[in-house]
């Protein structure tokens, strides 16, 4: 017998809402066309990671004994719709474990964000994102069963945007999330990257 596991929507809404370890295996995106300043940056990707902070996914978990960990290897699939319309869908896998009781856990990530047509407002120009070609987010998080997380992961690819105002451009994405910090740093679109994240 299976039951859902909330739990596991909880992490995910986490890790994707903030931006190090591994190896990333992704491909930084090109920087061309007309450049986005820092702000209008910024603000796309709070967007592109704020898409997926309502979800709240169905993952099965199996049922284990009152004081046994309960494995999770399992593959993840869900959109979500930009605030000016698009969406973005994220697809990928998690697996660890987490502790029946206390529900601390330990889980590592993978996950590939597909861009389209994502509607982002800053200021009085509107930007349209797509994908170029994805980003993909991979790393660890951990959580003590308090109030700790820990962990890190990064956020590598590129998107490609038009917007209100005639631009038009690619931006390439490099970045480290530290969960137990907040600190985001690397490169995003030519442009270093550091900043304290909430999460």
Known sequence: MLRKFRLLGVFLALA???????????TVGVNDGDPMTQEESAAVIAELMA????????????V???QDDIHINE???ESGSCTMGGEV???????????NVTFAF??????????TDCGVQHGDVLFVVNG???IRWSGRMTYDGDQTFGGSFTMIGGIAFTTSDDRAGRCGIDLNMNFSTGQASGQLCGV????TMEF
């Open 75 to 77: 593959s993840y699939s």
């Open 51 to 62: 898409v997926f902070s309502g979800i709240s996914p169905s993952v099965a978990g199996p």
């Open 132 to 134: 170029a070609d994805n």
């Open 192 to 195: 270093s990257f550091d900043q």
């Open 89 to 99: 869908a994220l697809a990928g896998n998690v697996n660890g474990t987490v502790d």
């Open 106 to 115: 330990d889980m590592e990530f993978d996950f590939t964000e597909t861009i």
């Open 16 to 26: 994707v809402m903030a931006s190090a370890c591994g190896d990333s295996g992704g």
């Open 64 to 66: 284990a004994a009152p």
